[in-house]
């Protein structure tokens, strides 16, 4: 996700009202006030949530405080953070649809209780869904129509996608439209590219010199064959090669649906979808090994893949220490 550069007023006389500041800071502080309840070597930070769309209410806010990560169920929109006297760096993570606010050293005194304004801004940031493809292999020559409701911003399909594909499809993979055959159908689309936490939660740290060996080894326990693995291969192992080190996270079937719902007539019998999310890491943080599904190829069998390269909310993930509240 793209950082934002953060511009503090400390100016005690605001020169706009608040709702404009909240247009144009994504932080800014609001009050300082001395509160002799506070002990003498303590300090406290108070923050007030919203959206540029509206209030952020009792949900979960996940921060961060001179790089120590903690995260918070908010009470009336304010997240309180008590800290030692000076300055202190802020991060703070709501929604993979917004973008995280970053802060300058933000200096508090001793015995003080400062208010600042958090405005959670839309991510911008936007990636291609690459090379989804969609093979097909019925039993037998069958007559097939497929419908795709994809989720993203320019579209690109080949063949050309009216309504839906219709076409014939042969037990060997051949796709027949009219005079022209095709091994697969292909779309893309503009797609948001974040890794959430659920999804650094399971995966792969990849060496970029181990990636094409990782990649048979997961392919082939996915139950690919040797030309959807080599097509998977040729497509996304130099992407990764290129990286001294990847994370890689699998999704499959029904996690798909987040790029695209897929419909197709006659049913067929196994419908296997398996997407490749990854990135670029600087270092490996904890992390589950991910468990790889394997494709049933029994009957009319349908697999689609796909990918995409994600930035990744690494500061979110490389630590589990909690800040205390």
């Known amino acids: 996700m793209k950082r934002i550069v953060l511009f503090i007023l400390l100016i005690p006389n605001l020169l706009f009202a608040e709702e404009e500041l909240k247009k144009v800071f994504p932080i800014y502080r609001i009050s300082s006030e001395f509160n002799k309840s506070i002990a003498t070597n303590s300090a406290v930070y108070e923050f007030q949530f919203d959206t540029r769309n509206g209030l952020i209410q009792e949900e979960l806010i996940r921060y961060s405080i001179d790089g120590v990560n903690g995260s918070k169920v908010l009470k009336n929109k304010t997240l309180t953070i008590q800290s030692t006297p000076g300055k202190h760096i802020f991060q703070f993570y709501y929604h993979d649809v917004y973008n995280e606010v970053y802060s300058d050293s933000l200096k508090i005194e001793a015995r003080h209780h400062d208010s600042y304004s958090v405005t959670f801004h839309y991510a911008r940031i936007q990636k291609m869904n690459e090379k989804p493809v969609i093979y097909l292999y019925p039993q037998l020559e069958t007559k097939v129509r497929v419908e795709m409701d994809i989720h993203g911003d320019d579209i690109f399909t080949y063949p050309q996608y009216d309504?839906?594909?219709?076409?014939?499809?042969?037990?060997?993979?051949?796709?027949?439209?009219?005079?022209?055959?095709?091994?697969?159908?292909?779309?893309?689309?503009?797609?948001?590219?974040?890794?959430?936490?659920?999804?650094?939660?399971?995966?792969?740290?990849?060496?970029?010199?181990?990636?094409?060996?990782?990649?048979?080894?997961?392919?082939t326990q996915a139950g690919l064959n040797a030309k959807e693995q080599a097509d998977f291969i040729t497509y996304w192992g130099p992407r990764l090669a290129k990286n001294e080190l990847n994370f890689v996270h699998f999704e499959f079937n029904t996690e798909c649906d987040v790029y695209a719902n897929i419909d197709i007539s006659p049913k067929p019998d196994n419908l296997y979808r398996v997407f490749i999310v990854w990135g670029a890491v600087s270092e490996r943080f904890d992390v589950k090994e991910?468990?790889?599904?394997?494709?049933?190829?029994?009957?009319?069998?349908?697999?689609?893949?796909?990918?995409?390269?994600?930035?990744?909310q690494q500061s979110f993930v490389n630590k589990n220490q909690k800040t205390e509240l």
């Open 290 to 312: 991910q468990e790889i599904k394997t494709m049933n190829r029994s009957g009319f069998t349908v697999l689609e893949w796909g990918g995409q390269e994600s930035h990744i």
């Open 163 to 219: 309504d839906a594909w219709n076409f014939v499809a042969h037990p060997n993979g051949d796709l027949v439209f009219g005079e022209n055959t095709y091994n697969y159908l292909f779309w893309e689309a503009s797609q948001r590219a974040i890794l959430t936490a659920k999804q650094t939660a399971s995966g792969f740290f990849v060496e970029g010199k181990n990636a094409i060996s990782f990649l048979e080894e997961k392919l």
